[in-house]
């Protein structure tokens, strides 16, 4: 079992890829976790994201994908 310490409350969704999780947070932040270390490896914003709604690893681990409330869809390369 793998404890990871971040607010609930700022979480929008999350994506699990491996030994990999992704967050997505209320402002727009992608975090990249990696369980094995249990830590943030990396972080960035998910600029132009309007009330974030998803994420999704795609099966390969390639890509990241956010979704918003606005529809918009943003697609980018994995953080591997």
Not at 29 to 58: F, H
């Amino acid at each position: 079992n793998y404890f990871l310490t971040f607010s609930l409350l700022e979480i929008v969704d999350i994506s699990l890829h491996e030994d990999k999780l992704y967050t997505l947070s209320i402002g727009g932040e992608i975090s990249c976790w990696d369980l094995s270390l249990r830590d943030v490896i990396t972080k960035i914003q998910d600029d132009g994201n309007y009330k974030p709604t998803k994420i999704k690893a795609s099966k390969d681990g390639k890509y990241i994908a956010t979704g918003s409330y606005s529809g918009i869809v943003n697609l980018y390369s994995s953080f591997n």
